[in-house]
C-alpha cells in the first residue's frame, strides 16, 4: 500500500481530531459554492454537504449515473480517456456519455465504470483527506471499498469510515492549523516557503505533482497547478458572458505566423498581454489552466513542417524578437508580486519534423552540428531565457545527435541553465519522458529512464511516467530523494509565483472576470493583427485595391466561406468567427446583390463537379475572388506535409476561372508556403492571409478594397514546388542547396521579407555615412562599449495611408561559412501620404558574431555590407575576435572524435 508515513499520518489526524474537540467549524474552509466541471473526485473527512452528497441513478444505460445531489454533476473519467490511472472528476452530463456511466455494486461496495470495467480507487496518494479518487483495474481490495448511504448520500471510504467520496473540497491557508505554517507566511521568501512545504511531503506526493495533470497537495491546501496552451489564444472552453454582445469565448487571434509577419514588436505584447488577461478571467471561472505551453518558438526550417503555423518564421531573430515580447506578455502584469500565467518555450532543441518518410518525431535522432545548434537553433531559446525570463521549456521528443532532448544534461543543465542562467522548470512534451525508453531506446526499464529524465533535467513530465514509475525508482535506489526534490522544488516555487498558495482576497489576478474575455477591444486587437499580417505578393496592372462602389466581385474556391479554418491549430472554442467569413464580410461591404459564391471545390479531394458554378460566376461578375490554402487535413501536429503545391484539384480550378475572367486576385489561407509556380506568373494579384484568426474575414474584405494597406512581410521563404526533393531530415542548414533566406542558394518563389504595399516609399540614410564611423573594434561592440547604429528616413511617397515594416540585414563577405545573409534588425512606423519617420536600427553584438565549426560564437574582424531596403552601407570590424559563446564540452568533443 502506498502512502504517507505513519508518524505523518499520526499528526494529521491529530490536527484534524484537534479541531474538532475545540469545537472548530472544519466546514467553515470548504467551498459549497458552484462547483466546476472537471472537479477531482477526492477523500475528505465526512461532513457532509453539497459535496459529499451522491445520488444513484440506474436505470439502464444511457441513464446509470452517480451524480451530487447539489447540482446534478456526474462520475466523469477525463483526464486520460479510459486509461489506467485517470482522474475521476465530475463533469455536466452530455449526450453522448461514455465515460459517465458508473454504477454503485453494492454486493462488492464498488464503484465502476461501465466503460472499461474499472473501479474508483483511492490507494494512490495514500488513502489520507484530500487524496485524489482515480479508475484502476479492479482488485478486490479495500482502498476500492466504498459503503453508500442512501439517505445521508455519503460513500464512507471502508478503510477509514471517517472518510467519504468528495466533490473537490480544499483546505486553504486562512484555515488553523495551516495558517501556523511557515509556507502559508506570505511575508517570507518564495524559496523559504518552499522548503517549508516541500519537508511536508511524502515522496508519492512529490512524484505525482511533477506532472501536468498534477493534483497538487490538497491535505496541504495546495492546489492542482493545470497546463494548456495559448499559442493564439487561450485554448479552452467559454466562460459566462458578460452581456448581449459577448461570446464569454476566448479570442482568437491570428497564428504565431501570421503575427510574425507582422515585424510589429508592441503587437505581439498586446496580443499576449490580452491573452493571459482572459486566461486569468477564464481561470477563475474554472474554464483553463495557469501554466501554457507557448510560445512555439522552433524555427520553421523546412516548408512540409506540418506545425510550422504554430511559430513565427524561420529566421532566428525574428524569432528571438518574437519570444522576448510574447513571454513577457503572458507573464507580467498589474500585480508585480505574482506571475500573470507562466510562459513555457517550446520545443528544446532542434524539432521541426512530426512524420516523414518513416521519420517519426517520437524516434527521430537530428543530427545537428554545433555550428547549426547555436547560430540557428539555440537563438530564439537563449533569448526566452536571458530577455523573455520565461519560466519553464518544453523539451522535445526527438533526439539530438543521440541524446533524447528531455534527458540532455549537456542541453538542459549545462547550456540552458548553467550558461543562459534559466531558473524555471523544464517540462517534457506529452508522453516524451516514457519515449526515452519506448522511442529512443536510450533506456531499457523504468527506473533507468526516471533516472535519466530526473539528472537529465527534466523537471515535469507531461504524462504519467514519473507519477508511475518515479518512486518506484527512488525505492530501487536509482535516484535519491534529494535528486528528486531539485525538480520538485523548481516546480513549487512557481506555484507559489502564481499566487496559488495565498488568500485570494489580496490578489488582483483572481478577481478578473468574464467582462475581460471577448471584449470589443479585443476583437479590434484581432481585427488590426489581422490586417498587419496580411502580404501582398503581386499585384499587376494595380488591380488592387478594388472599389466597393464600381465592383461585382465572384467568391470562389474552399476558403472562401471559410470560419473555423481561419483559427489555425490550438485554438480555443470560437463561435464569433463563424459570422467573420470572407464571403461575410465582404457581402457586408458591397451587398448581396453584387456577390456571388460558389466555392468550386475543397481543400484536398480531386471533385470537379462544382466546376461549372465556379466558372459561371467568375464570368458573371467584374473580378474572381479566388480563395485556396491549406488546412489541418493537409498541415497539422503528427502530420508534415508531402508536396509543396496546392493540394487537391485547386490549381485546376485557378486555371479555369482565369479562363472565364481574367481579373484574378488569388488569396492564400495556409500555414506552410505553397509552391504556385505556374500561377505565380498567370495571376495579376496575389494576397497571402496565413490563418487569420477569428476577424479574419474582416480583415481580408478591408485590404481587398482599399480600407486598409498591406503591409506584412513574409515571414518565411516561399520555394519552387521541386524543392521537395531535398531530404526533409537533413538537419544542415548549408548543403543541398541550403535551406531558408540565409543559406538557400536557389531561386525561391519569393523570399523571406518580401511584402508590396498600395503606397511606394523612399529611404535615405538619416545621417552622412561618408563622415560617420565605419570602422569598430570587435571587443569593444561585443562588450557594448560601442553601439552600431543606423538611422534611416522613410518616405510615404504615394497617396495612400499605410504602415511600413523596415527590415536590416548584414552579410559577411569575407566568411565562406557565414549566412549569405541575416536580418540584424527591424521597425515598424504608420505613415500617411506624404509623411516620413526616421527608423533606427541596430546591430547588436548577436547580430554581428559568426559562429565556427565548434560552436564558437564571436564577433569576428572583416568587412560587412549592410542592406536597408533599397539602402547598402560598409562596416568593417576591427581588432581580436571577440567570444561570446564557447562551451568546452562541445568543442572536446569535436577533439575526441578527430
Not at 524 to 545: E, F, M, R, S
Request: aromatic share 10%; proline share 4%.
Amino acid at each position: 500500500m502506498k502512502g504517507l508515513g505513519s508518524l505523518r499520518v499520526a499528526s494529521y489526524l491529530c490536527c484534524c481530531l484537534l479541531l474538532w474537540c475545540t469545537g472548530t467549524e472544519l466546514t467553515s474552509g470548504l467551498r459549497d459554492d458552484d462547483i466546476p466541471d472537471e472537479t477531482n473526485v477526492q477523500l475528505w473527512d465526512c461532513v457532509g454537504g453539497h459535496r459529499q452528497e451522491w445520488e444513484i441513478k440506474s436505470a439502464g444505460y444511457p441513464n446509470n449515473h452517480i451524480s451530487l445531489k447539489f447540482d446534478g454533476k456526474v462520475l466523469d473519467i477525463l483526464a486520460y480517456g479510459n486509461d489506467s490511472g485517470a482522474n475521476i472528476q465530475v463533469y455536466t452530463p452530455t449526450d453522448t456519455p461514455w465515460n459517465q456511466q458508473f454504477m454503485y455494486d453494492e454486493h462488492r461496495h464498488t464503484i465502476v465504470s461501465m466503460m472499461n470495467g474499472h473501479c474508483a480507487d483511492a490507494q494512490l496518494f495514500g488513502n489520507t483527506s484530500g487524496s485524489n479518487i482515480y479508475a484502476w483495474p479492479c482488485t478486490n481490495n479495500t482502498n476500492e471499498q466504498f459503503i453508500y448511504n442512501e439517505t445521508s448520500g455519503l460513500f464512507r471510504y471502508v478503510q477509514n469510515p471517517d472518510l467519504c467520496l468528495d466533490a473537490g473540497t480544499v483546505v486553504n491557508c486562512s484555515m488553523p492549523p495551516f495558517s501556523t505554517y511557515p509556507y502559508c507566511n506570505a511575508a517570507l521568501d518564495i524559496l523559504d516557503r518552499v522548503e517549508d512545504i516541500l519537508s511536508r511531503m511524502s515522496l508519492t506526493e512529490k512524484s505525482q505533482l511533477i506532472q501536468n495533470r498534477n493534483p497538487g497537495v490538497k491535505r496541504l491546501g495546495l492546489p492542482s497547478l493545470h497546463f494548456s496552451e495559448c499559442l493564439h489564444g487561450v485554448l479552452s472552453g467559454c466562460g459566462s458572458p458578460s452581456g448581449a454582445d459577448s461570446t464569454g469565448c476566448p479570442t482568437s487571434f491570428p497564428h504565431a505566423l501570421g503575427l510574425g509577419a507582422t515585424f510589429n514588436r508592441s503587437l505581439w505584447s498586446h496580443v499576449s498581454s490580452t491573452i493571459s488577461t482572459e486566461a486569468r478571467a477564464l481561470n477563475n471561472q474554472g474554464v483553463a489552466g495557469l501554466a501554457f505551453w507557448a510560445p512555439d518558438i522552433n524555427l520553421f526550417r523546412d516548408p512540409r513542417w506540418g506545425r510550422g503555423q504554430e511559430v513565427p518564421g524561420e529566421d532566428p531573430y525574428l524569432t528571438a524578437e518574437y519570444v522576448a515580447h510574447y513571454s513577457r506578455g503572458l507573464q507580467e502584469g498589474d500585480d508585480p508580486r505574482y506571475l500573470k500565467v507562466i510562459s513555457t518555450c517550446k520545443h528544446f532543441s532542434a524539432y521541426d519534423l512530426e512524420n516523414w518518410n518513416g521519420n517519426n518525431r517520437f524516434s527521430f535522432n537530428a543530427i545537428v552540428s554545433d555550428r547549426d545548434l547555436v547560430e540557428y537553433y539555440w537563438v530564439p531559446f537563449r533569448s526566452c531565457v536571458q530577455r523573455a525570463h520565461a519560466q519553464s521549456i518544453m523539451c522535445s521528443y526527438n533526439a539530438v545527435n543521440g541524446v533524447p532532448s528531455c534527458a540532455n544534461s549537456l542541453f538542459q543543465n549545462t547550456i540552458v541553465r548553467d550558461e543562459w542562467g534559466f531558473d524555471g522548470f523544464i517540462v517534457s512534451d506529452c508522453g516524451a519522458v516514457g519515449g526515452i525508453q519506448s522511442g529512443h531506446h536510450y533506456t531499457n526499464t523504468s527506473d533507468a529512464t526516471c533516472r535519466a529524465g530526473i539528472l537529465g533535467g527534466c523537471d515535469l513530465n507531461c504524462g504519467s511516467f514519473y507519477g508511475g514509475h518515479l518512486e518506484d525508482a527512488v525505492k530501487n535506489n536509482a535516484l535519491t530523494e534529494a535528486q528528486v526534490d531539485v525538480s520538485v522544488r523548481r516546480v513549487l516555487k512557481h506555484m507559489f509565483m502564481l499566487g496559488l498558495v495565498d488568500p485570494t482576497e489580496g490578489q488582483y489576478y483572481t478577481h478578473l472576470t468574464s467582462a475581460v474575455v471577448d471584449t470589443p477591444e479585443h476583437r479590434q486587437l484581432a481585427l488590426q493583427a489581422a490586417h498587419q499580417l496580411i502580404v501582398l505578393l503581386k499585384n499587376d496592372g494595380a488591380l488592387l485595391p478594388l472599389d466597393p462602389e464600381k465592383v461585382s466581385v465572384a467568391i470562389i474556391g474552399p476558403h472562401g466561406n471559410a470560419t473555423q479554418d481561419m483559427l489555425s491549430n490550438y485554438h480555443g472554442n470560437n463561435v464569433l468567427v463563424n459570422s467573420h467569413s470572407p464571403l461575410a464580410a465582404i457581402t457586408a461591404m458591397l451587398g448581396a446583390s453584387k456577390v456571388k459564391f460558389a466555392a468550386g471545390c475543397d481543400v484536398s479531394t480531386n471533385d470537379t463537379s462544382h466546376f461549372a458554378d465556379a466558372v459561371a460566376a467568375a464570368k458573371s461578375s467584374d473580378v474572381a475572388l479566388v480563395f485556396v490554402g491549406l488546412n489541418q487535413d493537409r498541415e497539422s501536429e503528427g502530420h508534415d506535409r508531402t508536396m509543396l503545391e496546392l493540394p487537391g484539384v485547386q490549381q485546376q480550378l485557378v486555371e479555369a476561372i482565369l479562363a472565364a475572367n481574367q481579373h484574378v486576385i488569388l488569396i492564400q489561407m495556409n500555414g506552410g508556403p505553397l509552391a504556385i509556380d505556374k500561377l505565380k506568373e498567370s495571376v495579376p494579384a496575389i494576397v497571402e492571409a496565413f490563418y487569420p484568426g477569428e476577424m479574419g474575414g474582416d480583415a481580408i474584405a478591408d485590404i481587398l478594397f482599399g480600407k486598409v494597406s498591406p503591409s506584412g512581410r513574409l515571414p518565411y521563404t516561399i520555394y519552387p514546388a521541386d524543392f521537395i526533393k531535398r531530404s526533409y531530415a537533413n538537419m544542415d542548414l548549408r548543403n543541398e542547396s541550403g535551406c531558408t533566406y540565409r543559406y538557400y542558394t536557389g531561386t525561391p518563389l519569393w523570399t523571406f521579407g518580401d511584402g508590396l504595399s498600395y503606397t511606394t516609399f523612399d529611404y535615405k540614410w538619416g545621417v552622412d555615412l561618408s563622415t560617420s564611423q565605419l570602422s569598430f573594434d570587435a571587443g569593444r561592440v561585443g562588450r557594448q562599449e560601442d553601439a552600431i547604429n543606423y538611422t534611416v528616413v522613410v518616405t510615404n511617397t504615394g497617396k495612400v495611408d499605410s504602415d511600413v515594416s523596415v527590415l536590416g540585414f548584414i552579410t559577411a563577405q569575407e566568411q565562406p561559412d557565414a549566412p549569405l545573409k541575416e536580418l540584424f534588425d527591424f521597425g515598424r512606423v504608420h505613415l500617411a501620404a506624404g509623411e516620413s519617420a526616421t527608423v533606427h536600427l541596430t546591430v547588436g553584438p548577436s547580430g554581428l558574431s559568426l559562429v565556427d565549426e565548434y560552436g564558437v560564437e564571436a564577433i569576428r574582424a572583416g568587412h560587412y555590407k549592410i542592406q536597408v531596403e533599397d539602402l547598402s552601407a560598409d562596416l568593417e570590424i576591427t581588432g581580436e575576435d571577440h567570444v561570446i559563446f564557447s562551451l568546452p564540452e562541445m568543442k572536446k568533443r569535436h577533439q575526441e572524435q578527430n
